[in-house]
Structure formats: structure tokens, C-alpha cells
């Protein structure tokens, strides 16, 4: 199955490049990514990319969680193509289409899974910045597995929840996803419906 989960961390804050709209200048510490293919975790220094893009121009369907207005605009200064033609599942966008508003990695992981992220964004920008390398490798595998989890058992149960920040509880989000099989090619995008 040509699918792969994908998950990066950054060198810099938004406020050390100038705001949100600046992804490109974020840098990246260290890409992390599940390979259905093999089966196993990977992860990627900067200097290593070059391994990434050699896998992403295979053009796997590329599963992440708001990998479209994040890893992916992150990642594009290094590749020598357009990532955002990659087909793609977002997580995230899956859910704000449903519900309105974005929802956060650990509340939908907490909430269906049961288990949540081990640290935020920031956590990884000190991992970097004191050469952590291995505390940095773990973290951001630890969010490729959760993403992985929320994918499966999407496709599985199809449904994911998250807890609502308007004090109405447990919110429920009914999805329409498959798992790709090597017979069937992914659609350039996978929507909800």
C-alpha cells in the first residue's frame, strides 16, 4: 500500500519568522513518517531529506494531521516538486469540515484514543536548539503514531471524537474513509464524503 504518515518538527516559532503565513522560513528539525509499505517508522534529520522527497515522488497518499497548511508549506523549500500534488488525507481539515473549527492533535487523540501527545511544538524546539536529538526523534514519532492510530481506526469504526471546547462533551465526527489498497490508486485528495 503506497501510504505513508507524516509528521514535522521546525527550528523556529512563528514569532521568530515573522507570523503564520511564513512557513517556509520555519526550518525543519526532523521529519518523522510511517511507511505501509515496509511497516516501520522512519525519521529524517535536515540533512537527510533528500531520503523523504526520494519516498514522496514515489507519490504515496501522504496521511497527516493539518499536514496541508503546515508540514506540507514547511516542507516544499526542500523538495525539488510541489508537494501540495501529493495526494493527501488531513486529519484535521477532515474534522474542521465537519464541525467548523479546527480541533487539536491531542483532544481528538485523548478522546478516541485514549492517549495523548507526549509534549507540544515548543518541546520540540528545545529538543532541537539543546541537540536532543533522540528526545526529538521520539516526540515526533510519538505524533506519527497517534495520527497513524486516529487514520486506522477511522477507517475502521468511521468515526473519530474530540472534546468539545463548548462544554457539550464528547463530539462525535462520522467519516467515510477507506484504506487504500495496492489495487486502487488514491484520488489526488480524500474527502469526507
Known sequence: MNTIVL?????????????????????ISVAGMYDYQTGKYITYEETELPGLEERLSKKPLVIGFNIKKFDMPVLKPYLHFDPSTLPMLDIMEEIQNVVGHRIGLDSVAQTTLGAGKSGD?????????????????????????????????????????????????????????????????????????
Open 7 to 27: 509528521d514535522l518538527e521546525t527550528k523556529f516559532t512563528f514569532d521568530e519568522v515573522g507570523g503564520r503565513d511564513k512557513n517556509e522560513l520555519l526550518g
Open 121 to 193: 511544538g515548543l518541546d520540540a524546539i528545545r529538543y532541537f536548539r539543546a541537540g536532543e536529538m533522540d528526545k526529538l526523534k521520539k516526540y515526533c514519532l510519538d505524533d506519527v503514531r497517534l495520527t497513524k492510530e486516529l487514520y486506522e481506526h477511522g477507517c475502521k469504526h468511521k468515526e473519530l471524537f474530540f472534546m468539545s471546547k463548548y462544554g457539550k462533551g464528547k463530539v462525535r465526527v462520522e467519516l467515510n474513509w477507506e484504506m487504500p489498497t495496492e489495487d486502487k490508486k488514491p484520488d489526488a485528495q480524500l474527502g469526507l464524503f
